[in-house]
């Protein structure tokens, strides 16, 4: 086996490329083993895989705030649409931290009516909570508009967080959708003046399976009255408020104190009354937020520091960013196929992306060729059905060939972002450009060495030949005298890995590990007792020879036999 005391230079290059992918030493080794083929090919240990990922983690030890923080000044520096601010403690301690670059900034101008706010834990080594602030664009897609770090969901720290968004967007939404935190009411009453709160109803109706009777859990009749009620947005308030007395007595629920609690803030969540906000299409979008957030983790890791975070938060912002522009692009040449004559089905997919024309047609078709039944009559021998007409000859005789301007949605159409103005500059533009052209260098570089590789692969000529060529070119290489220097030293590449260089001065400090909200040991409620129970592996019962969550000594079958 070969086996070195250095990793070589491509060893540690390759470590630092899976590093920046969340992939952890073991992950890196075993990925080595697949390119080189086998173990005794790979020419390093596990344990020398493992050590130098424990020097890349540990070389920014309790300065990786500051390191942050610094990358954030350059960020401001390099472009004016880049907006950020951080607190501290007392000690100096990181307290929280606030930023957003242009492009999300840009997107809250055009989508930016609702936003929603959800924490989340475990992205950081420090416990540091995450809080993203998200909007749906124009595809229907979460986008994410500002990010938050904070030690503490006090209300000082969501006051803190929420006058930094006001600042950063210079104008507030039309509604902040949270879930019920009381001190984030506190600090949106403190903050907002012109936003409307809205607590998050994926939320509270995830709770009802668990604050229901255990006799209305398999009630098919009270889920599905109490769900179209608090879901629907075409009923009136003072309706509402009668159907939910009619269903709390129907299912003697009047005394509940978790029903009683939400009908006490029923204008804070019913969509009943949001009924006078542009709201369409957005109700759910709190729902969005917990499934970004869930997207975020599966890029960070909880054992990363602050740096390591900002890197894996950049990576997922470019993958869903370049979901946005996909989606973007293939809008442009879109010629979807139409389901009738009109030429105003023919605007609306002209003027809405994709997403949103597919739900517009099937209003429009369903206009066009079905009618709504809107009266029935009952007497001693026959009922009297009463019918709406179908409006297709009306669009006919109407003769609309578009929209009417007013309207016309702006945030759902394909040019919804280009009446948002600019907020970067030509020469970030262009620097971007250039880095963009060097990242297509490198990747056809590695494309053209793959290919070779793959030709070479099983012939002992062509192998030789192949590793001639490149011991050739690196010979070259150090023949120049700067690129050496840069192979050489572990500093150089974490300086690289990083973007960043060690502070000579130390003015924040890495924060203290955070004690979040809640205790470690609460009573599990049914249903988290139920998902933990099903994720543990199955086991074979020696008495009945099934695969169950159960052994011989307690198998039901066990007493039949």
């Known amino acids: 086996m070969k086996m070195n005391s250095k990793l070589k230079f491509g060893h540690q290059k390759f470590v630092m490329d899976c590093a920046k992918a969340n992939i952890g030493a073991m992950g890196s080794y075993k990925m080595m083993k697949t390119v080189a083929g086998s173990y005794s090919s790979i ?19 309790y300065v990786d705030a500051q390191m942050v923080i610094d990358k954030l000044h350059r960020k401001r520096e390099l472009c004016f649409g880049f907006y950020f601010e951080v607190e501290v403690d007392e000690n100096d301690h990181l307290k929280s931290l606030f930023w957003s670059d242009p492009i999300a900034r840009r997107n809250f101008c055009a989508f930016g009516d609702v936003v929603s706010l959800d924490a989340t834990y475990n992205t950081n080594k420090y416990n540091m909570i995450f809080a993203p602030f998200t909007a749906k664009d124009n595809h229907g897609k979460c986008i994410t508009l500002a990010t938050a770090l904070m030690t503490g969901e006090s209300i000082e720290s969501y006051t803190w967080v929420f006058e930094a968004f006001k600042k950063c967007m210079l104008h507030e939404p039309d509604v902040l959708i949270t879930d019920q935190d009381p001190a984030i009411k506190v600090a949106f009453k403190r903050v907002f003046q012109h936003t409307r709160h809205r607590l998050c109803m994926w939320h509270i109706m995830f709770k009802i399976t668990e604050k229901v009777p255990a006799i209305l859990k398999k009630d098919p009749d009270f889920m599905k009255q109490f769900c179209s ?12 408020e009668v159907k939910w007395h009619e269903i709390m007595n129907t299912f003697d629920m009047v005394e509940e104190s978790w029903f009683i609690s939400m009908y006490n803030i029923h204008e804070m969540w019913i969509p009943a009354y949001f009924r006078d906000l542009k709201m369409g299409g957005l109700f759910r979008t709190m729902s969005s937020s917990e499934s970004e957030n869930n997207f975020f983790r599966m890029h960070v890791s909880a ?13 997922a912002l470019d993958s869903q960013r370049h979901d946005q522009a996909k989606l973007n692009n293939q809008d442009l040449p879109c010629r979807p196929d139409f389901r009738t004559m009109l030429l105003f089905e023919k605007h609306a997919a002209m003027v809405y992306t994709s997403s949103v024309f597919k739900q517009l047609q099937d209003d429009i078709v369903h206009a066009c060729y079905t009618c709504r039944l809107t009266n029935i009559t009952e007497d001693e021998f026959s009922y009297l059905y009463e019918f709406d007409d179908c409006v297709k000859w009306d669009f006919y005789d109407l003769k609309y060939e578009s929209i009417p301007q007013r309207y016309i949605v702006s945030r759902w159409t394909k040019q919804a972002l280009l009446s948002t103005g600019q907020l970067i500059s030509d020469n970030v533009l262009q620097s971007c450009a250039a880095i963009e052209e060097n990242w297509f260098t490198l990747y056809d570089i590695v494309s053209e060495f793959y290919s070779c590789l793959s030709m070479a692969n099983g012939d002992w000529d062509m192998s030789n030949s192949l590793l001639q060529a490149i011991r050739d070119v690196k010979y070259s290489f150090k023949s120049g005298g700067d690129v050496n220097n840069n192979l050489n030293g572990k500093r150089r590449l974490f300086e690289k890995y990083y973007q960043s260089s060690l502070p000579e001065q130390v003015l924040i400090k890495s924060p203290e590990p955070v004690k979040t909200k809640g205790s470690g040991s609460r009573l599990e409620s049914d249903r988290e007792k139920n998902v933990k129970k099903m994720s543990k592996p199955t086991r074979k019962c020696r008495a009945c020879g099934e695969k169950g969550h159960h052994d011989s000594r ?4 066990k007493k039949k036999i």
């Open 229 to 240: 009620l608090v879901w629907s947005v075409n009923v009136e308030p003072d309706v509402f």
């Open 303 to 315: 054992h990363s520091n602050l740096l390591q975070f900002f890197m894996y938060f950049e990576n």
């Open 554 to 557: 307690n198998c039901r079958g």
């Open 43 to 61: 020419g390093c240990s596990c344990m020398q895989v493992k050590n130098f990922s424990r020097d890349l983690k540990t070389y920014i030890f």
